[in-house]
T-cell receptor
Framework: DVKVTQSSRYLVKRTGEKVFLECVQD?????MFWYRQDPGLGLRLIYF???????EKGDIPEGYSVSREKKERFSLILESASTNQTSMYLC??????????FGPGTRLTVT | RKEVEQDPGPFNVPEGATVAFNCTYS??????FFWYRQDCRKEPKLLMS???SGNEDGRFTAQLNRASQYISLLIRDSKLSDSATYLC??????????FGAGTTVTVRA
């Protein structure tokens, strides 16, 4: 079974803080993704990585950056957290892009 | 206009009923189609792919209508455990999946 883990289930941060969300997968997948999920909007792609040290912007990359130093680990960074970044963040990995396996999510609240 | 649109529901049905709902997509070049299921406070999981000829997986039937740009999901003999949000997902050949906001189904005893 594919396992995707995320570092925290719940996180509360203050405006302006730097926030790190970590994601680890154990299936040697090339592709990893970061989404945010908001009510009524569905999942929106923030960043995507198809290989170590490679990254592509998704639909809403503003205010975020990512790091992929190792194949199994993909980190999402909020350089200066803002209240409009309060959301559920979901990491996913896949072999072929189409079937994506998701982690349990991190519910981030920025106050 | 959203790339993938779904009726949010909720569809509230008794056990044993049949429930069906659609999803429309805006990009006629879309190539691959899926239904993902998301339980309350859980992550999405792939339920089934949707093929041009339509396909079944047990009590679930998925259909694709390319001419009208929609896909559908039908659940027969609903179980309590079918209560979830069903996400319509579309890919047009690149790295990106486009997700609908989901249709919520609640099956009551």
């Amino acid at each position: 079974d594919v396992k995707v883990t995320q570092s925290s289930r719940y996180l509360v941060k203050r405006t302006g803080e730097k926030v790190f969300l970590e994601c680890v997968q154990d299936m040697d997948h090339e592709n990893m993704f970061w989404y945010r999920q908001d009510p009524g909007l569905g999942l929106r792609l923030i960043y995507f990585s198809y290989d170590v040290k490679m990254k592509e912007k998704g639909d809403i990359p503003e205010g975020y950056s990512v790091s992929r130093e190792k194949k199994e680990r993909f980190s999402l960074i909020l350089e200066s957290a803002s209240t409009n970044q309060t959301s559920m963040y979901l990491c996913a990995s896949s072999l072929n892009v189409l079937e994506q396996y998701f982690g349990p999510g991190t519910r981030l609240t920025v106050t | 206009r959203k790339e993938v649109e779904q009726d949010p529901g909720p569809f509230n049905v008794p056990e044993g009923a049949t429930v069906a709902f659609n999803c429309t997509y805006s990009n006629s070049a879309s190539q691959s189609f899926f239904w993902y299921r998301q339980d309350c406070r859980k992550e999405p999981k792939l339920l089934m792919s949707v093929y041009s000829s339509g396909n079944e997986d047990g009590r679930f039937t998925a259909q694709l209508n390319r001419a009208s740009q929609y896909i559908s999901l039908l659940i027969r003999d609903s179980k309590l455990s079918d209560s979830a949000t069903y996400l319509c997902v579309v890919n047009w050949g690149d790295y990106k999946l486009s997700f609908g906001a989901g249709t919520t189904v609640t099956v009551r005893a």
